[in-house]
């Protein structure tokens, strides 16, 4: 794929800031990163919050980039880069979502794409709609935290939202494919960071918004704000027909409501209230699945059973059918379509029924959907709960008193260990999470046989826990689900909670 610079900046950057001589240059690759750079790329030279990409402009011309965009206040010797193409502006970030859109020629243009934000249940929601629109014959793509996959292309990801190249990259290979709909999860950061600027969106799904990411968004107005971006993009998309789907519970939710009237967009509600337009009445809920009510604006639809377990996931599955149905997909095949559905790391079970116990992994690493889980849990009327849990490093402070108060109200043992240390020190992370632990004046419904253990070791945590259930208990593996790896100051080691338990449950 090439294009020339003119062209490439087209409606984007004022073409009098580019010297005529360049005008008619090829651009055949743009990047961010240096290490990516090859002849005939533009690098975009990018001010982040680790380093500043403008210290790395001499790498990206020694590997032969033949533009830069840059700083306006960054200085460079003309005679020495006289054949390099310097452009400069006011903040390159803001530029790299449009020269990634204009160099893929506009693919959202193109495909269906539907956004899922949230605290919780982002994921979730895509598999979801990902299996609804392949049991109506038409092929997905599926932009997030476990993996990106195009039509059935699978690629690793290390982002809940890829960065804006990649993304442009993806739905340009998905529309290549004769993709019908992209089903992407959109992160507070990537919102806020401008990586979804551009995108053409049909849907907007909003899950949920609870504590978390309060390291870089420090309250929860601007985490609120960072997440409502979606809907100003939602409002400029060129697509017909567009609304959002808002799950009436949320927290905030007559912001978000009204937020969404005054862009005039439509609004689509869903949740336990006989007032949403897509409403539950869950009927029955055991260890192997959970059956519910279905009405469509009022009116009693059918039944229907997941094997999706909990209650929040009642309400991934209605947001997921009133996008299906919005979008008039035959009702029958979506409905069947998420029925079988089971996610990796989410409430995942990884006992059999040669146990007399349940052990469960999951990803609630948050203060809300470690709650979910652990009520979820409780529903099934289990002997005791032991979780196993603990907070990442370098990471948002403020929630992990909050995750041991849940722990300490709604499971039985405790089993307090590392998640990703990264670069902080254990023993702050650890003091952090047990001022939790203690009863004050705000904790209620307690249990006076609660107790909790502190195994640094994550596996031998796991162990510990494995070792402690007995008959009818369930065991909840918290903080990591799907992810095969623990991060350390100073390296990333294999690490996958579904093997080490299965592992522990052999040698029982």
């Known amino acids: 794929m090439s294009m020339l610079l003119k062209d490439l ?24 990163d240096s290490r990516n750079i090859k002849p005939q790329s533009l690098f975009i030279a990018i001010a982040g919050f680790k380093s500043d990409g403008h210290d790395f402009i001499d790498l990206a011309i020694e590997n032969n980039a033949i533009a ?19 452009i400069k502006v006011s903040n390159t970030r803001k530029y790299l979502a449009p020269l990634a859109n204009n160099f893929y020629d506009n693919p959202t243009r193109k495909l269906s794409v539907v956004g899922v934000t949230g605290t919780n249940g982002k994921t ?25 996959i195009i039509d059935n292309e699978v690629l690793e990801t290390a982002l809940t939202t890829p960065d804006t190249i990649q993304m442009q990259d993806i739905f340009s290979k998905s529309v290549m494919k004769n993709v019908d709909t992209a089903i992407m ?37 601007k985490y609120l704000d960072s997440k409502l971006i979606i809907f100003d993009l939602l409002k400029k998309s060129c697509k017909k027909d567009k ?3 808002v799950n009436i519970h949320t927290d905030y939710f007559d912001k978000i409501k009204n937020y969404i009237e005054k862009l005039d ?24 699945k959970i059956e519910y009510k279905l009405y469509v604006y009022g ?21 997921a059918l009133a996008y299906a149905f919005e979008k008039k997909f035959d009702k029958e095949k979506s409905i069947k379509a998420i029925e079988t559905i089971q996610v990796d790391g989410r409430f995942e079970i990884v006992t059999n029924e040669e146990h007399d116990f349940i052990v469960a992994v999951d990803y609630s690493h948050t203060p809300d959907s470690l709650k979910n889980i652990l009520q979820s849990a409780r529903v099934l009327k289990p002997n005791r709960i032991i979780v196993v849990f603990g907070c990442g490093g370098n990471r948002d402070r403020l929630k992990r008193p909050i995750m041991a108060n849940i722990a300490l109200e709604n499971s039985d043992i405790a089993i307090l260990t590392l998640d990703n240390q990264r670069s902080e ?68 080691i294999h690490f996958d909670d579904r093997e080490v338990a299965r592992e522990a449950l052999s040698k029982l």
Do not use: W
Request: with cysteine.
């Open 425 to 492: 020190a254990i023993e702050q992370i650890m003091a952090d999470i047990e001022e939790g632990f203690k009863v004050n004046e705000k904790s209620k419904n307690i249990n006076p046989n609660f107790r909790y253990k502190k195994i640094i070791d994550r596996k031998d945590a796991i162990f510990e826990a494995i070792k402690e259930a007995k008959k009818n208990d369930i065991v909840i593996i918290a903080g990591k689900g799907h992810e095969t790896y623990q991060i350390f100051a100073d390296k990333t």
């Open 9 to 32: 900046t087209k409606n984007i950057i004022d073409i009098n800031l580019i010297d005529k001589k360049f005008h008619d240059i090829k651009i055949e690759n743009i990047s961010f």
């Open 243 to 245: 609304f959002a789907i």
């Open 299 to 319: 009116e009693y639809y059918k039944d229907v059973s997941l094997k999706l377990l909990g209650d929040f996931n009642v309400l991934n599955s209605l947001s």
């Open 185 to 221: 999860e959109a992160s507070s950061h990537a919102l806020e960071l401008h990586r979804c600027d551009e995108i053409n969106y049909d849907a907007v799904i909003f899950s949920n918004i609870t504590e978390d990411h309060l390291d870089h968004h420090q309250t929860m107005e």
């Open 68 to 86: 830069i965009l840059c700083d306006e206040n960054y200085s460079y010797d003309i005679k020495k880069n006289e054949d390099i193409c310097f």
């Open 265 to 288: 967009i439509k609004l689509i509600t869903f949740g336990f209230d006989k007032n949403c337009d897509y409403y539950a009445e869950i009927i029955s809920m055991d260890i192997k």
């Open 124 to 148: 979730t929601t895509t598999y979801l709609i990902k299996s609804i629109i392949e049991a109506n014959d038409k092929k997905s793509s599926v932009i997030g935290t476990i993996k990106n």
